[in-house]
Structure formats: structure tokens, C-alpha cells
């Protein structure tokens, strides 16, 4: 089909099939570091585990080569408008849960950095 339109308007087609990136696996000693993390932070209730799913996405390069986790972070606000997924037009991230972000990723450098190496 691309050959023949491109036939059609005096062009030449290559065509590069690129079979997407690499699932993102998290790494159990990060995730368990983030969530303790968040726990310690903004308290254990408001820490949630839920189930995984499957993504695709470029962070999937930097698990292949480090131990990492990919986790979510709450964004829902009903009373701000805040309940549209990722990617939606209307999407609109609740700038208060970017605090919480923040403390937990510094919390989880900090602890990690305390480490002793094996």
C-alpha cells in the first residue's frame, strides 16, 4: 500500500519497522526502597500497592541496564478538575502531589545513598 502511493505521487518508500521499547520491569530492592520511602514521607495509608500492569515506554531502556521502578503518583483531584487520564486532552495534574513526588524521591536518594555496598 505505501509502495503503490508512493508510486502514485512519483516517490520512492522505505519503510523502518521498529518493534517498540522494552517492558519496564521494576526492580523488588527499589520498589520496596520507594515505597518505604513514600510510607515514611506522607504515612502507610497513603501509600497504595496496586497491581501491575503491562507498559511499554523509554524508561523500559534504563531498567535494562540499572536496577529501577517505575511507580505511579497520585494525581486525582475531582475538586480541580484533575480526573483525566494521561494523554487526554483535558489531562491536568493536581501541582500538589508533585510535593509528594518530590519528598519521596528525596527521601529514597537519601536512603539509598546511605547504603552500604555489598
Known amino acids: 500500500m505505501a509502495e503503490g502511493t508512493a508510486t502514485s505521487h512519483g516517490a520512492r518508500v522505505e519503510v523502518d519497522i521498529h518493534k517498540g521499547e522494552p517492558g519496564v520491569v521494576n526492580d523488588v530492592e527499589m520498589t520496596e526502597?520507594?515505597?518505604?520511602?513514600?510510607?515514611?514521607c506522607i504515612g502507610a495509608d497513603n501509600v497504595l500497592s496496586a497491581p501491575g500492569w503491562t507498559i511499554a515506554d523509554d524508561f523500559g531502556y534504563y531498567s535494562e541496564k540499572r536496577p529501577s521502578v517505575y511507580f505511579r503518583l497520585g494525581i486525582r483531584n475531582e475538586e480541580i478538575g484533575s480526573v483525566f487520564p494521561l494523554h487526554h486532552a483535558r489531562f491536568r495534574v493536581d501541582e500538589?502531589?508533585?510535593?509528594v513526588g518530590a519528598i519521596t524521591l528525596v527521601a529514597a536518594a537519601t536512603a539509598f545513598l546511605s547504603m552500604e555496598a555489598p
Do not use: D, F, Y
Open 33 to 40: 526502597l520507594i515505597a518505604a520511602s513514600a510510607k515514611a
Open 96 to 99: 500538589a502531589a508533585l510535593k
